[in-house]
């Protein structure tokens, strides 16, 4: 590729190839004990920073070392024990990841450890699966795959497979598909396994963006950085990367640099079953409940996108600075993503499927797919497909679970719905089908039908 003509601006220079620096990181983590929050590491926290800035051909990633620096510093002001690797070849990859899998397997199981995986660098997507690469790989290098990391089948899995979720992953890499047809070099869409969290700093099918200055931060570690150092008070980690998102989001669409403007990345994350689990120091009661903590109790026990919506905007305006700011805020663009999702005609739920009998994780799943949490509404589709969770099986209303999921934005279910319904003859197979292409979802070989919205 030609080297790209470098863009003039106020603040320092940016190409953009140094723009398409596309980022994955997989977070995934557990329940804090109370209290434990900004304070040193006891050993039940711990973060593997793998920063990956040297590549061939020019395609170096100046922030790489920077990104490694902050976070590394944001996550032991938050309790972690933290390992920092810079630009590890494959068989020092290899190790560093396998090490970390055995600490964390040797942690207890008690709901109050947290492992973290942090991964800057290039990525690439071959036959629709990621691939991390090490230092020294060229993107372009027909042995690349051979030579790079997957993420679901190697990384993720240092992880233990379990619920509640111990695990979480970022990925800040630069994607390049090693395709014949080049799509702009975006990861695939990909889901996260229970016990785990996975924060991509962009959306399948966009670049990530980096400036090519070694004193900046990417966009999105260095929003994540700031949120992290932000959090005093207790915060789901969801809230955290939710957080993140908007500020991504509002940093990149105001941006001075056009082509900043122009590539505006939407940074994803993907939730397995992983409970509620905080940063943060929870805070001490000190005697009955104020008036504070019940609006938010109201608000955090509402059932309906629109009991949300209301509960959460009554409570920001009654407590414009509250402890509380940062989940009902993260709560109140849940909600309204949810009503948009449930405005479509393409989902069909009535109010009776926000219904609050069932099991505990059931509720809790509920709970989380009324805030837009698109996970959550599918395994919530799973429930009523199976009959588990103290729910009765129900096909009609597992399809309708899988709509809204679909519509919050997960291409997976909208694969899915596209099979199934084409399968029966459903017209609205047409509108699912380009929408999972739309999201940059990429059937892996075997899975691909030969139907015409499939490109495998």
């Given at each position: 590729?030609?080297?790209?003509?470098?863009?003039?601006?106020?603040?320092?220079?940016?190409s953009?190839?140094?723009?398409?620096?596309?980022?994955?990181?997989?977070?995934?983590?557990?329940?804090l004990?109370?209290?434990?929050?900004?304070?040193?590491?006891?050993?039940?926290?711990?973060?593997?920073?793998?920063?990956c800035?040297?590549?061939?051909?020019?395609?170096?990633?100046?922030?790489?070392?920077?990104?490694?620096?902050?976070?590394?510093?944001?996550?032991?002001?938050?309790?972690?024990?933290?390992s920092?690797?810079?630009?590890?070849?494959?068989?020092?990859?290899?190790?560093?990841?396998?090490r970390?899998?055995?600490?964390?397997?040797?942690?207890?199981?008690?709901?109050?450890?947290?492992?973290?995986?942090y991964f800057?660098?290039?990525?690439?997507q071959?036959?629709?699966?990621?691939?991390?690469?090490?230092?020294?790989?060229?993107?372009?290098?027909?042995?690349?795959?051979?030579q790079?990391?997957?993420?679901?089948?190697?990384?993720?899995?240092?992880?233990?497979?379990?619920?509640?979720?111990?695990?979480?992953?970022?990925?800040?890499?630069?994607?390049?598909?090693?395709?014949?047809?080049?799509?702009?070099?975006?990861?695939?869409?990909?889901?996260?396994?229970?016990?785990?969290?996975?924060?991509?700093?962009?959306?399948a099918?966009?670049?990530?963006l980096?400036?090519?200055?070694?004193?900046?931060?990417?966009?999105?570690?260095?929003?994540?950085?700031?949120v992290?150092?932000?959090?005093?008070?207790?915060?789901p980690?969801?809230?955290?990367?939710e957080?993140?998102?908007?500020?991504v989001?509002?940093?990149?669409?105001?941006?001075?640099?056009?082509?900043?403007?122009?590539?505006?990345?939407?940074?994803?994350?993907?939730?397995?079953?992983?409970?509620?689990?905080?940063?943060?120091?929870?805070?001490?009661?000190d005697?009955?409940?104020?008036?504070?903590?019940?609006?938010?109790?109201?608000?955090?026990?509402?059932?309906?996108?629109a009991?949300?919506?209301?509960?959460?905007?009554a409570?920001?305006?009654?407590?414009?600075?509250?402890?509380?700011?940062?989940q009902?805020?993260?709560a109140?663009?849940?909600?309204?993503?949810?009503?948009?999702?449930?405005?479509?005609?393409?989902?069909?739920?009535s109010?009776?499927?926000?219904?609050?009998?069932?099991?505990?994780l059931?509720?809790?799943?509920?709970?989380?797919?009324v805030?837009?949490?698109?996970?959550?509404?599918?395994?919530?589709?799973?429930m009523?497909?199976?009959?588990?969770?103290?729910?009765?099986?129900?096909p009609?209303?597992?399809?309708?679970?899988?709509?809204?999921?679909?519509?919050?934005?997960?291409?997976?279910?909208?694969?899915?719905?596209?099979?199934?319904?084409?399968?029966?003859?459903?017209?609205?197979?047409?509108?699912?089908?380009?929408?999972?292409?739309?999201?940059?979802?990429v059937?892996?070989?075997?899975?691909?039908?030969?139907?015409?919205?499939?490109?495998?």
């Open positions: 590729m030609p080297a790209p003509t470098p863009i003039r601006a106020p603040a320092p220079s940016w953009r190839r140094d723009f398409l620096l596309q980022g994955c990181l997989v977070l995934g983590a557990a329940a004990p109370a209290g434990f929050g900004a304070a040193a590491a006891d050993g039940r926290r711990i973060a593997l920073l793998i920063c800035g040297s590549y061939p051909d020019g395609k170096n990633i100046q922030p790489a070392r920077k990104n490694g620096r902050d976070l590394e510093a944001a996550l032991r002001r938050q309790g972690f024990e933290v920092v690797e810079n630009d590890l070849d494959l068989p020092r990859f290899k190790a560093a990841v396998a970390f899998g055995e600490r964390m397997a040797a942690l207890p199981n008690d709901g109050q450890t947290i492992g973290l995986i800057c660098g290039h990525g690439m071959v036959e629709g699966r990621n691939y991390l690469l090490p230092a020294g790989i060229a993107i372009d290098d027909p042995k690349a795959r051979e790079s990391i997957n993420l679901q089948e190697e990384v993720l899995k240092a992880f233990p497979q379990r619920y509640p979720g111990l695990g979480v992953a970022v990925i800040d890499a630069c994607r390049d598909s090693a395709e014949a047809v080049d799509k702009a070099g975006s990861f695939n869409y990909s889901s996260a396994p229970q016990g785990c969290i996975v924060a991509f700093s962009a959306s099918g966009q670049v990530s980096s400036p090519s200055d070694p004193a900046q931060n990417s966009f999105y570690t260095g929003e994540l950085v700031r992290l150092n932000g959090i005093d008070d207790a915060t980690i969801t809230d955290i990367f957080l993140t998102r908007l500020r989001e509002q940093t990149m669409s105001t941006h001075p640099v056009a082509i900043v403007r122009k590539l505006a990345q939407r940074p994803h994350m993907t939730a397995g079953q992983t409970g509620v689990f905080r940063l943060g120091s929870e805070r001490v009661p005697g009955a409940p104020s008036l504070e903590d019940a609006a938010y109790a109201r608000q955090a026990e509402a059932l309906t996108p009991e949300v919506k209301k509960a959460a905007e409570f920001l305006a009654a407590y414009p600075r509250s402890r509380y700011d940062t009902v805020r993260v109140l663009a849940g909600a309204e993503d949810a009503l948009k999702a449930l405005s479509s005609r393409f989902v069909r739920l109010a009776s499927a926000f219904r609050g009998t069932g099991d505990p059931y509720l809790e799943d509920i709970r989380k797919a805030r837009g949490d698109k996970d959550a509404a599918t395994r919530v589709s799973d009523y497909a199976h009959g588990s969770n103290g729910v009765a099986a129900n009609q209303r597992a399809e309708q679970w899988l709509r809204y999921s679909a519509l919050l934005g997960n291409a997976i279910a909208c694969y899915s719905l596209y099979r199934s319904l084409a399968d029966k003859g459903d017209p609205d197979a047409e509108f699912f089908g380009p929408e999972a292409i739309r999201l940059g979802y059937p892996p070989k075997g899975l691909c039908g030969s139907r015409k919205w499939e490109n495998c």
